[in-house]
C-alpha cells in the first residue's frame, strides 16, 4: 500500500512552476517540489494532475491529497504530514490555512481580497491541533486537505458539489461524512499557499465565486462573512450573484440566465 497518493485539480491558468517564495522561517514551492520531498523522504507515492471530474473516488494509499494546481506548500510539507498524522492516527481528515497571494494585482478591496478564496481560523499555536467536527461552518475547502484513505473510501470519495450553474469545487455534505467519520484536525503547520491569477481577479470569476458561496452557504443555512462584505454600492452585482445562489440552493433550478 502507497504511504501518499497526490491528485492536483488543474486551473485554467498556472502561474510559474518555478516560483519560490519566503514566508517568515518557511520556503514555499510549487506542487513540482513535492516529488522531491517524496524521494529524500523514501516515501511511496502517486501525484496526478486532471480536472475536477476526474477525481478518484477511491485510493488505495494510507493518506490521500487534494491540491488546486496553483497550490504552493512548505519545503518539508511532507514531514509535516507525516507528524501531524501520526499525532492523530483516527483522523479522517487534516488541514490547514489556505493563503492567498496574487500574481500580477491586488483587488481594490483589501476585505474581499482578504475572503477571496482564502481559509484561515483563529488558533492558539501553530502546534496545536484542533478538531472541527459538528460545526459545519468552519469546514475547510476540499483542496489543500490530506484524507485518511481508509476513512475516504468508507464514504465513497469525493464529487463536488451540483448546481444549476455547474459543479462547485468544494462540498459540505461531503465534508459532513468524514466529519462523521473521524476527526477533522486543523494544524496551523500545514500552511498552503494558493495564487491567484490575474485572470480570477475579473468580475465574472468573482462573480462565479460569489454565487457558489451563496449556494453553499445557503446549503448549511450560514451566512458567510462574505455576505457583509458584498454590502457596498460597488458590489451590487456581486452580492445579487451570492443571493442568486441562495435562491436557486432552494429553487433546484436556474431562476434567470445571466
Known amino acids: 500500500m502507497r504511504h501518499l497518493e497526490f491528485y492536483i485539480i488543474q486551473n485554467s491558468k498556472v502561474v510559474d512552476r518555478n516560483l519560490t517564495f519566503t514566508e517568515g522561517p518557511d520556503t514555499y514551492n510549487s506542487i513540482e517540489d513535492i516529488k522531491k520531498q517524496a524521494k529524500l523522504l523514501n516515501l511511496d507515492y502517486s501525484l496526478q494532475i486532471g480536472p475536477l471530474s476526474g477525481v478518484p473516488r477511491k485510493t488505495d494509499s494510507f493518506l490521500f491529497c487534494l491540491l488546486d494546481e496553483n497550490t ?17 492516527r483516527d483522523l479522517s481528515c487534516m488541514c ?38 459538528g460545526q459545519n461552518w468552519l469546514y475547510p475547502p ?9 476513512h475516504y473510501n468508507s464514504v465513497g470519495g469525493y464529487n463536488p458539489t451540483e448546481s444549476p450553474r455547474g459543479p462547485i469545487q468544494d462540498n459540505p455534505a461531503f465534508m459532513a461524512t468524514i466529519d462523521r467519520a473521524g476527526p ?7 500552511r498552503t499557499y494558493k495564487f491567484v491569477t490575474y485572470e480570477e481577479t ?27 462584505v458584498l454590502q457596498r454600492p ?4 456581486l452580492l445579487s450573484s451570492y443571493q442568486l445562489g441562495m435562491n436557486e440552493f432552494i429553487s433546484g433550478g436556474k431562476i434567470f440566465n445571466f
Not at 460597488?234 to 452585482?237: K, N, R
Open 96 to 133: 490547514g490555512p489556505r493563503i492567498t497571494r496574487y500574481s500580477r494585482i491586488v483587488l481594490d478591496d483589501a476585505e474581499l481580497q482578504n475572503h477571496y478564496f482564502k481559509y484561515e481560523l483563529d488558533s492558539f499555536s501553530t502546534f496545536i491541533s484542533c478538531y472541527l467536527n
Open 184 to 190: 477533522i484536525v486543523y494544524n496551523e503547520r500545514l
Open 202 to 228: 475579473n468580475r465574472k470569476h468573482l462573480s462565479k465565486y460569489c454565487y457558489d458561496r451563496g449556494f453553499l452557504d445557503k446549503s448549511i443555512n450560514h451566512e458567510s462573512y462574505l455576505h457583509t
Open 72 to 88: 504552493f506548500v512548505p519545503a518539508d510539507y511532507l514531514a509535516r504530514i507525516t507528524s501531524v498524522g501520526n499525532l492523530h
Open 142 to 150: 476540499v483542496t489543500s486537505c490530506v484524507y485518511s484513505g481508509r
Open 234 to 237: 460597488t458590489y451590487e452585482d
